[in-house]
């Protein structure tokens, strides 16, 4: 892999704070540790989107807001999903995650899996908002992985994402060399759930990964300046 700056690092990464019982003054001191570092996204459940959009623009900072949608489970109906993606996309959200249907992809059902990603892309793109499509790699065989893979290359979200972080397991190398082998150039890729050092970090996007979520930005920005 090409040597990159620590600010190029940076960029890489969505900052997470996923937990439901994270406070608004964890939040604040979350977007304002972000705006620091200068990480592309911080990454939030919907309901604070406002709240920390408006402190990311009281510090002039380029760093948007990516919200998740149908978070973690992916339970929701698509209509549902749909709703929640422009509700939050005119609350400030400037990406979105939403989490595919795990039940209805393991009941073979991949016509739902195709008309879910359809609408729910397509009313991002209506705002010219980027539109990453979780998997949850952990609970899926090779082949389904293959399989919406394909259904991507068909849709064209703007990345594909591993894992939420809140499944029995998080992003693979594996796992992300496979989707690659698939999608190639034509999608990006998300790697998320477990990615704690600046080892994993690097590892992961010389395996394909386009973008990092993590909760350990800091550390692994730090620790990157004392190797870089």
């Known amino acids: 892999m090409k040597k990159i700056t620590p600010e190029e690092l940076a960029k890489y990464i969505d900052q997470t704070l996923l937990k439901p019982f994270c406070t608004l003054e964890e939040l604040k001191q979350h977007c ?11 990454a939030i459940n919907n309901a604070p989107v406002s709240f920390c ?8 900072s380029d760093v948007i807001c990516d919200a998740a949608i149908s978070f973690p489970l992916g339970q929701s109906t698509i209509e549902t999903k749909v709703f929640e993606t422009i509700d939050i996309i005119n609350k400030g959200a400037r990406e979105v995650d939403y989490v595919i249907n795990i039940s209805q ?10 008309q879910e990603m359809i609408q729910i892309v397509t009313a991002a793109h209506a705002y010219n908002v980027p539109c990453k499509v979780i998997f949850e790699n ?4 090779n082949d389904e992985i293959v399989k919406l893979c ?6 064209k979200p703007d990345f594909i994402k591993t894992s939420t972080g809140f499944g029995t397991g998080g992003a693979t190398l594996e796992d992300v060399k496979l989707m690659k082998s698939i999608v190639g150039d034509n999608i990006k890729i ?3 759930g ?5 080892e994993d970090a690097l590892n992961f ?11 350990a930005g800091i550390k692994i920005i730090e620790d990157y300046k004392k190797l870089y």
């Not at 996007?205 to 909760?215: E, Q």
């Open 150 to 155: 394909n259904i991507a290359l068909e849709v």
């Open 190 to 192: 998300k790697a998320a």
């Open 205 to 215: 996007i010389d395996a394909g990964a386009s973008r990092l979520g993590t909760s």
């Open 194 to 198: 477990g990615i704690r050092s600046v």
């Open 32 to 42: 304002i540790s972000a705006a620091k570092y200068n990480f592309k996204t911080v």
């Open 105 to 114: 992809l393991k009941s073979g059902n991949f016509d739902y899996i195709r």
């Open 53 to 60: 959009r408006d402190i990311l623009d009281s510090l002039n």
């Open 138 to 141: 952990c609970y899926l065989e």
